[in-house]
């Protein structure tokens, strides 16, 4: 895989980052599918991956060696991570259409928060699965504000999502 991205990398006319760009496994990673570090231009990529369709784990590097493409042509110009110059290399890379999340796909499923609580002090927002039944107050308005006792100023308003 290193020497596809080295090749990837020759072929876009980036020859510092095919000379050390480098792909290695990690198996500590949890749900994460892989990761781009910069400025050591090091893929890592989760063995789970082993287990998903073949698709899966190249749709993985290049995401990731789309990052690394997308850093060496910035420069040291600061860029969003998955911001515009991202998709441009995603699409020379073949993935036009690529998501910017790093979850491996049976992780990605999210749950649904249904319900949404805003704070009248501090606007904080929070959203829950369910409906919460029982009063609850903003914890950092009530610590700041009332030595961390309930106070029914901050108590959290239920929002439309
Ligand atoms: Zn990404
Ligand atoms: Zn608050």
Redesign the pocket.
């Known amino acids: 895989m290193t020497e596809w991205c080295r090749e990837k990398a020759e072929f876009l006319g980036l020859p510092e980052l095919a000379r050390k760009v480098n792909v290695t496994w990690n198996a500590r990673m949890q749900t994460t599918a892989g990761r781009?570090w910069w400025p050591d231009r090091l893929i890592e990529l989760n063995p789970k991956l082993k287990d998903q369709p073949p698709e899966e784990m190249w749709r993985t590097l290049r995401?990731?060696l789309a990052?690394l493409v997308a850093y060496e042509r910035a420069g040291r110009r600061r860029i969003e991570?998955?911001g515009a110059e991202?998709r441009a290399a995603c699409a020379e890379l073949g993935i036009p259409n690529e998501q910017?999340f790093?979850t491996l796909p049976f992780k990605r499923k999210r749950m649904k928060r249904n319900f949404g609580y805003v704070c009248p002090q501090c606007l904080t927002t929070i959203r829950r699965v369910k409906r919460i039944t029982r009063v609850v107050a903003c914890y950092a308005c009530c610590r700041k504000y009332s030595g961390g006792l309930y106070d029914r100023r901050f108590q959290l308003l239920e929002e439309k999502l």
């Open positions: 781009a995401h990731e990052h991570v998955h991202w910017p790093h």
